[in-house]
């Protein structure tokens, strides 16, 4: 959203960027307090600089209804609300004992020594390196063969090195299929069950886009376009040449 408001601005549009939250940052506020991931964080502070000499106006704290779009009549309107993180229906997630990985970097956060990770795409696996950072003994839990199979080749690679390099346990092929409060149940694929003892189990599942709020306003101007994870949840860098590219045939 915030390139495409940028690209936008620069070619002399009048651009109104709406966050529903009071600061800017989207899923990379995530982020930052993960030491590894700090230099992406500062990706928000660029962008934020670059809005405001483009001349692009912001309003925190100002969700995007439909009632809005009407009162403001834009020619053109940008959805890009994001995505949330998948909740997996299992016995026992509701538990006190779960939590979303993408909510290490809270200043409130808090979680038990022994930390089960289910999920080990780019975020479980990162989480996994922060906490371990920090003290605490991790195992990642993934149902598919290998780990971080959502990542670039050359990356992939260093990151399972640096996992093996920490010591990081991780268990693939293992399907969870239950938390307790003493931890995860899971199978593998011929149905044999194995435990994973966790005093905080944390989910790392993907996201789903918000497709309610997308289409509440698919009718919120003469041309909507939908762009970043609300189209198709994917990384920074695929949202940033979406959010440029789409605001060219503006």
Known sequence: GR?????????????????????????????????????????VRVKALAMEKAGVEVRLNTPVTPELAEAEGPDVLVVAVGAKPIVPPLPGVDGSNVDQ???????????????VI??????????????????????????????????????????????????IRSCTGITGREITADGLKGADREGKECFFPADTVLLACGMRSETAQVEALRDGAPQVMIIGDCYRPGNMRQATFQGYYQALDI
Do not use: W
């Not at 800017?24 to 964080?41: C, I, M, S």
């Not at 993408?102 to 022994?114: A, I, K, L, N, P």
């Not at 003290?135 to 050359?154: F, K, N």
């Open 3 to 43: 390139t495409a408001a940028i690209t936008a601005a620069r070619q002399g549009h009048q651009v109104i960027l709406c966050e529903k939250t009071g600061h800017l940052g989207g899923a990379l506020r995530y982020e930052r307090n993960v030491p590894l991931k700090e230099d992406l964080y500062d990706f």
């Open 101 to 115: 990985a993408c909510h290490v970097s809270e200043d409130d956060f808090t979680c038990g020594h022994r930390v």
């Open 118 to 167: 289910l999920g080990g795409g780019l975020v479980g696996c990162e989480t996994a390196m922060h906490l371990t950072g920090l003290g605490h003994e991790v195992t990642i839990v993934e149902m598919r063969d290998q780990l971080a199979p959502d990542s670039y080749l050359y990356q992939g690679k260093s990151l399972r090195e640096e996992l093996e390099r920490l010591k």
